[in-house]
């Protein structure tokens, strides 16, 4: 497999009082991760403005594709512990008038840009691993104070990024989100049909699920005030503990199978005031949005240029609307994929999770870059 030099850059819009960090990489590609998202309880949606763009140079060598199942649960591990790795820069610049950090890989002449939207909560330290791994899997070689975003400000921010960072580039785009950022993607699909040329969904929120108590609880929450403060409030006072306490109470809620990357962002940013009043915030938009129908009409007209992955038990992404896509035919040509490996929607809180959905990405860039 030969490929050339690729860059990678993430790009996150960080609202530091709500502490929506986020962090992401792709190999091989020049990837750029913008925050702007708002932060869901558990990753499900995103906080401040948040996203991720990876361009690579890649050559002919990229046409042999290969499904996630062809790369062994222990070449994905040696991906990770690679000493030939290489780890993302960051910098900060401001996009709409919003302080933005990004965090980049560059190659010499990319041939494609990947930009990632993540789920709420937004924390882009969720992804790390996720990232890393697809980068290596590419061969890819050397906000505001208390302001809260809602989901039209996070789309809105992710276009502004786009012109800002990538208006003079020819290299075309391919949005990966994840969650409520799938929903995101395509908005942005709509609004730069010539620069995006395909859409990735991961275990995709694109509308609300009335059988889920889950989201009655959240969408319940979220649209009280008075609730809206006290889990903010408690959270914070949760943050306030000592670090080995607040860390072993997160291990031990969440589950040994979280890694330390994700209970490390667990701890840094989700236990603050404003970090959940983002989330929540965030949470009761993207409700009142997508208590609607998804965009059918324009998804058929782009459905050679979309791909989904569902999970077998996520309420966000369910396999009821997978079957609606599938079986109505709604979208009858879109590349539907199921994972049945027990990842779940947090896919990117456990290395496991993490090394299995870059495979699947990266093996939908390449069939299309082949």
């Not at 996009?95 to 933005?100: G, H, I, L």
């Not at 505001?144 to 921010?157: P, Y």
């Not at 109505?328 to 990117?348: D, K, M, N, W």
């Amino acid at each position: 497999l030969q490929i050339t030099p690729v860059t990678v850059c993430a790009s996150e819009q960080q609202n530091e009082a709500s502490g929506e960090e986020e962090r992401a990489m792709l190999p091989r590609c020049h990837l750029r991760r913008c925050s702007g998202l708002l932060p869901l309880p558990s990753p499900a949606g995103s906080s401040s403005p948040a996203g991720c763009c990876l361009s690579s140079d890649l050559s002919e060598g990229f046409r042999g594709m290969s499904s996630p199942r062809c790369i062994s649960n222990l070449m994905a591990k040696e991906v990770l512990l690679s000493s030939q790795r290489k780890y993302v820069t960051t910098r900060l610049c401001n996009v709409s008038s919003f302080s933005t950090e990004l965090m980049e890989l560059h190659s010499d002449e990319p041939l494609l840009h990947v930009l990632f939207i993540p789920g709420n909560p937004g924390v882009i330290s969720f992804y790390k691993d996720f990232i890393e791994a697809a980068y290596e899997l590419l061969e890819g070689k050397n906000g505001e104070n208390g302001r809260t975003f809602s989901l039209h400000d996070q789309i809105d921010h992710k276009i502004d990024f786009i012109n800002q960072e990538l208006q003079n580039s020819e290299v075309p785009i391919v949005m990966v989100g994840h969650s409520i950022g799938c929903y995101i993607c395509l908005e942005i699909f709509k609004r730069l049909p010539q620069q995006v040329k395909f859409t990735i969904g991961l275990y995709p929120f694109l509308t609300l699920n009335k059988d889920s108590l889950k989201q009655s609880m959240i969408g319940m929450a979220a649209g009280s005030p008075i609730l809206c403060v006290a889990i903010s409030s408690l959270s914070a006072s949760l943050g306030l503990l000592p670090v080995w306490l607040t860390n072993g109470l997160v291990r031990r809620s969440l589950g040994h199978s979280w890694s330390s990357t994700a209970v490390q962002a667990t701890c840094t940013h989700l236990l603050q005031y404003h970090t959940m009043r983002n989330v929540l915030f965030m949470a009761m938009t993207e409700f009142e949005k997508l208590s609607e129908e998804p965009d059918w009409a324009f998804m058929r007209a782009k459905q050679d240029q979309i791909a989904l992955l569902f999970g077998v038990d996520d309420h966000w992404g369910p396999l009821s609307l997978f079957e609606e896509v599938k079986i109505s035919r709604q979208v009858p040509s879109v590349a539907l994929s199921v994972e049945r490996e027990g990842h779940t929607h947090a896919f990117c809180c456990t290395e496991a999770g993490s090394l299995w959905v870059a495979n699947h990405v990266v093996s939908l860039i390449k069939n299309l870059l082949g």
